[in-house]
């Protein structure tokens, strides 16, 4: 063997055994890029899921609206028209006095619960959001450290570790209690 030819050799393992981190950095960001896409695809199916219960909510509050509504109509109705049983009369509005105050109770419920599933949305799309952000940010960081590796220059490692760190404080963002 050759002394240029040691040397080469000597000059691969050394250059091998500087980019053994490079390398396991790229395949931890490999892995976060994976666990945040996921994460974030269950975000936005919980805000569709969400958004889903609220918009039935909403139907069925409205429902309830309009036969309160109807109710309140026929019962004025009754006390306007002339009846050849005016007892008979008073005792349906009654009726309708009835209804109209449990759809009250209901409508309130109702609004509430609406109410209630568009926070939950509104929570669900901040999570995808950051996690989408996150994805994007680590993705970056796979690429500039992957550079690393093309150029031998460690600045891009460290580059790509501070975009990774930046993904990462950004998807453990979307576990802060939002508003």
């Known amino acids: 063997m050759s002394a240029n030819e040691a040397e080469e050799l000597q000059e691969h393992a050394e250059h091998g055994r500087t980019m053994r981190p490079v390398a396991f950095t ?12 996921v994460l974030g695809h269950r975000a936005h199916t919980d805000a569709v899921l969400d958004q889903n219960k609220a918009t039935d909510k909403w139907n069925e509050y409205q429902a309830h609206k309009i036969r309160s509504n109807n109710t309140a109509l026929a ?5 306007v028209i002339a009846t050849s049983n005016a007892e ?3 005792k349906i509005q009654e009726g309708y006095a009835g209804h109209q105050a449990k759809w009250n ?4 419920k109702l609004k509430t ?3 209630t599933l568009e926070a939950d949305v509104a929570k669900a799309e901040f999570r995808a959001d950051r996690f989408d952000f996150a994805e994007a940010l680590l993705e970056i960081a ?17 580059f790509g570790i501070g975009f990774a760190v930046v993904g990462i404080l950004s998807a453990a963002s979307a576990y802060i209690p939002h508003q």
């Open 105 to 108: 109770e209901d409508l309130d």
């Open 142 to 158: 796979l690429v500039i450290t992957s550079v690393t590796l093309l150029t031998r220059s460690q600045l891009y490692w460290y």
């Open 88 to 90: 008979a009369a008073r």
């Open 113 to 115: 619960e609406a109410d």
């Open 75 to 79: 019962a004025d109705l009754l006390g």
């Open 26 to 37: 790229m395949s931890v960001l490999a892995v976060l890029v994976a666990v945040t896409t």
